[in-house]
């Protein structure tokens, strides 16, 4: 078994994360982070942005008008950008939790029979079509004949509208100013062939996470999926299945057994264990905290996490050093200031200086 060390692994996943800014592709930069969390959108193109080359915004929009990346709730139930190829298998995921089933959620917004209409009327109403919000709420009452659908339809948090989501019924639409779109995958997107088995969705999504986040336990890539939620049985068989092709083989950090992909295991020994000397400023809610999970004192120091993950769901952002969190950061008016962690020791300066500019000119 591969023993490691965890500065080794935090320094192979700043390249995995492309913190190296090889490229200016905002699709290779979704694909390599397993997609973006895109709940403020501007976040998600500054998220893109500070891993180009040149700070490239424009090109995150550029992706989706083209259709090569695609806005949908997935991973934790908020807003992503997903590649389109790989979005079925990250819904397909997240749908076979069925977590709309569970008697809780059912007390707490609708029953089974009413999302039940609710879906065939969504699949209806968007056939070839893009609707708003407001758009596909009356078309659904309607269709449903249920009045009682309308304040869970209009929710701005879209409970209601997730599990259509995950089941590949829906997909966010063109932006049209400031009013959400919904639309049919299907007849909206290239190539779009359903969903496929949640067996063969993890063949893709598992070893799509580990390659960025990795080495990891099956715990953690429940939490960073869907909080958790995932049925115990079905997780350890995906994982299990994975072992027993070669896709995955188990290594040990610093005594902890956890998963790796086995084509990233040469690479994984040869990381350099002094770690990623740059500086990066990362935007709020970036994957860098939230793929391997705010809770994680490897990555965001203990105590500090308060700083991190805020309030409403609010994921600052922050100064990344060698791996970790080093500190947070803020704009404002163009002004950029930066609270570093005096416990995790010294940022080199010029970097830092470089790093700030650049953030206050993108």
Not at 18 to 28: E, F, K, N
Not at 68 to 83: C, E, F, P, Y
Request: with cysteine.
């Amino acid at each position: 078994m591969l023993s490691l060390a965890w500065p080794h692994v935090l320094s192979w996943r700043c390249r995995r994360q492309l913190l190296h800014r090889p490229t200016p592709d905002p699709l290779a930069v979704v694909r390599a982070l397993a997609g973006v969390q895109a709940q403020v959108a501007s976040a998600a193109e500054q998220a893109v942005a500070a891993r180009q080359p040149v700070p490239d915004p424009a090109s995150v929009r550029a992706a989706v008008a083209a259709k090569r990346l695609v806005k949908t709730w997935a991973a934790r139930g908020t807003l992503h950008l997903l590649d389109v190829a790989e979005a079925p298998a990250h819904l397909a995921l997240l749908a076979a939790a069925r977590t709309w089933e569970r008697p809780s959620w059912q007390q707490t917004f609708v029953t089974a029979g009413q999302l039940e209409k609710i879906s065939a009327a969504a699949w209806e109403a968007l056939d070839g079509t893009v609707l708003s919000r407001a758009e596909l709420t009356t078309a659904i009452v309607e269709h449903a004949g249920d009045p009682d659908l309308d304040r869970h339809l209009r929710s701005g948090w879209g409970t209601v509208l997730k599990p259509l989501a995950w089941q590949g019924l829906l997909v966010y639409g063109p932006a049209d100013g400031g009013t959400v779109t919904f639309t049919r995958p299907d007849t909206f997107l290239p190539g779009w062939a359903g969903l496929p088995s949640a067996a063969d969705a993890a063949r893709v999504v598992i070893p799509a996470y580990l390659g960025a986040f990795g080495p990891a336990s099956s715990a953690t890539f429940d939490q960073w999926l869907i909080r958790g939620q995932s049925r115990k049985a079905m997780l350890r068989g995906w994982f299990k299945a994975l072992l027993a092709d070669g896709v995955l083989t188990e290594v040990e950090v610093d005594g902890e057994r956890l998963f790796a992909r086995t084509a990233d295991l040469d690479s994984l020994a040869a990381a350099d264990p002094a770690g990623f000397g740059e500086v990066r400023l990362l935007p709020a809610f970036d994957q860098f905290v939230l793929g391997p999970g705010t809770a994680d004192t490897r990555v965001v120091p203990p105590g500090r996490r308060p700083e991190i993950s805020r309030t409403a769901g609010w994921i600052s952002p922050v100064v990344a050093h060698r791996g970790r969190v080093a500190g947070t950061w803020d704009r404002t008016d163009g002004e950029v200031t930066v609270n570093l962690f005096p416990e995790h020791g010294e940022v080199p300066a010029t970097s830092l200086r470089d790093e700030i500019a650049r953030v206050s000119t993108s």
